[in-house]
Each structure stands twice: as C-alpha cells, then as structure tokens.
C-alpha cells in the first residue's frame, strides 16, 4: 500500500499539492514550522487555517506581514459529486487575496479549481488538487519554489473583472464563486 | 448602547436566532450546556460546531444519537454584499441534515435563507437571521419550543427534489446550493 491510500479502508486520499514562492527567500525561518516534501493526512472536516498565529492556524507563516489567520481551506462535496472540493476564505480583513485573478475581500470565499496560483501580499502559493476516493481524510503536501510561479500559472483574464465583482463572463481559469445563484 | 451592538464600533450584529425542538423534552440534560435566552457575541471567522463531542463543538447536544459533530455553521460575505451570510454543513456521516426540505449528505453544504427549518434525527430548529452591519462579530440567541415547529414554518416543495439532487426548479423556500455554478 502507498502512502497515497488511507491505512484503513485503502482508499485514495485526495491530496493539495501546495507550492510556496516568496521573493525574499533567504530570510530565515518563514517557513520553518512547514514540513516540505511530506504527506500530511488530514480529516475531511478539518477546517485548515493559514497565517501567522500559530495557535489558530495549522500552518504557520512566521512573518509579521502576514495576518493572524491569512485564509482557509476547507474541504466539502458537492451535491452530485463523489469527490472531495476545496474552497477558500480569505481571513484577513486587511490583505486581498487573489485566486488566479479574482480577489477576494474579507470573508469572501470560491471554490477552487483544480489548479490555481493564490496571492497574497507578496506571497505566491500553486495549489494543485489529486483527486481520491476518500471521504473521510484528504492529505496535504508543500514544496517550495526558488522562482516565481506567476508566469508559468498565470493565465490572463479574457475580460476585465467588473466592478461590481461579478464575473460570469470570466474564462475558464476562474475559481467558482458560489453565492451567486440564490433562488 | 443595546446588546445588539459590538461595544467598541457601535455597528449593529448580525443575530442568528435558534430556536430547539425535540419531541422527547422530558429528557433532562440534553440541551443543559446551552444557555437560553441569551446572546453570545461571536468573531464572525469562528465555525461553529453542533453536536455531541464537547471538545469539538461549541453547542453541544449531550444525546448519544447525535453526532459528535453533527453540523456546522460559518459566516462568510457574497462578493456584492456589505452584510454577513450563513452556510452549513453537514458533517455526520451516518445522518442527513434537512435545511427546509432539502437534503444535505456528509460534507454537502448550502447557503441559508433568512429563515428556515434544519432537521436531523427527532431535533428541529428554526434559524430566523437578523442583518447586522459588523463585519467582525455576530451573535447567536437560543430559545426552545415545547411544540413542533413544522407545521408552522415547513412550506411545502412545489416540485419533488429530483434524484440527481438537482433543486433549481424548486421554490423560493429552499436554500442555495452554492456549487452548481461551476465553471
């Protein structure tokens, strides 16, 4: 059995693949609470914050530019789905986080899709998600980039994101904004 | 100032009125923990966890047919929205949750209406929303009812929910799915 499949049920486990860029990368230890290169099984209802308060968030970014708690993930399953999605919520009532281009204000929230640079002051984060059969546990791996993951994975908009921040129109490298469909 | 306001900004709180049914209300203890008739000022990134586990939850239903977390509750912000939303979860995997009539699995999540009727085993509760203007807290009040809150507030569906768990023919009274838009 691989360490891609749950111990107990040998199930896949979906896993986010996460790699990390920040252009000052010889200032020590903003990453060191971070495993890199490990596999880190986590429970399906496992809200996962990111940021700088290490008693609130799983991950840990030790720098005093970042938020007490940056964002996070959460993982939930759609109506007609098997598999396990990932949505974000951007924690930090004073930094924008962008999805690919999309901002997110506080509190604003997307579901991501497979494969997506998010930003945040000046930190570049690659999220790539493997799907697994499992909907109990999902895992989480980190690597770490010495260069810039924006011009690889950064596709352009089509069109302009409106002001009023609907973005229907937008192509296919959007994440899914969730809340527009209320009835 | 009122308790409906956050002491330091004077802004208004978003309130989520609760109100608990359970057809056996003669069993002692089984809403104990929770304090009635009261306000509880909460910071709007918290989940709020309901179940049995007490260690995991921040109301808990001491009834060991509840899951140890049977649901949670978060606030989130649409994108052109000053005002805080609702979504739940559910995350028992051996009990739907019913918001309205609509039925949520493990991990299914939907945004609540302003008002609505949540069911799981024998418990109902009615969640009434009350719009606030801070961002950063809101607040929850608790009642109990000594009558069943069905048939008072249960509309019916004016079309049967579709096996695929498709519900956008279905009327005003559910809640939104909020990941069907996916682009």
Redesign the interface.
Request: glycine share 8%.
């Given at each position: 059995m691989s360490s891609f499949e749950d111990a107990d049920t040998e199930e896949t486990l979906t896993c986010l693949q996460i790699t990390l860029y920040h252009p000052d990368r010889l200032q020590a230890g903003r990453f060191q609470s971070l495993r890199f290169c490990h596999r880190e099984k986590l429970p399906?209802?496992k809200?996962v914050n990111f940021g700088r308060h290490s008693s609130s968030c799983h991950y840990v970014f030790q720098d005093k530019q970042v938020s007490r708690?940056q964002f996070?993930l959460q993982?939930?399953?759609?109506?007609?789905s098997s598999v396990?999605?990932v949505e974000i919520?951007n924690?930090s009532?004073k930094t924008s986080l962008f999805v690919d281009n999309h901002e997110l204000?506080?509190?604003?929230?997307v579901?991501l899709?497979p494969k997506c640079i998010l930003r945040f002051g000046d930190y570049q984060c690659l999220v790539e998600k493997e799907d697994g059969e499992s909907?109990?546990f999902f895992e989480t791996q980190f690597a770490w980039s010495p260069t810039s993951l924006l011009e690889e994975n950064l596709r352009p908009l089509r069109t302009p994101v409106p002001e009023?921040?609907?973005h229907?129109t937008?192509?296919?490298t959007?994440?899914?904004?969730?809340?527009?469909?209320?009835?």
């Open positions: 399906s209802h809200v708690i996070s993982l939930f399953r759609d109506f007609s396990l999605s919520k924690m009532q204000g506080y509190l604003n929230k579901k899709p909907l109990t009023n921040g609907s229907s937008l192509g296919s959007l994440p899914t904004e969730m809340d527009e469909n209320e009835l």
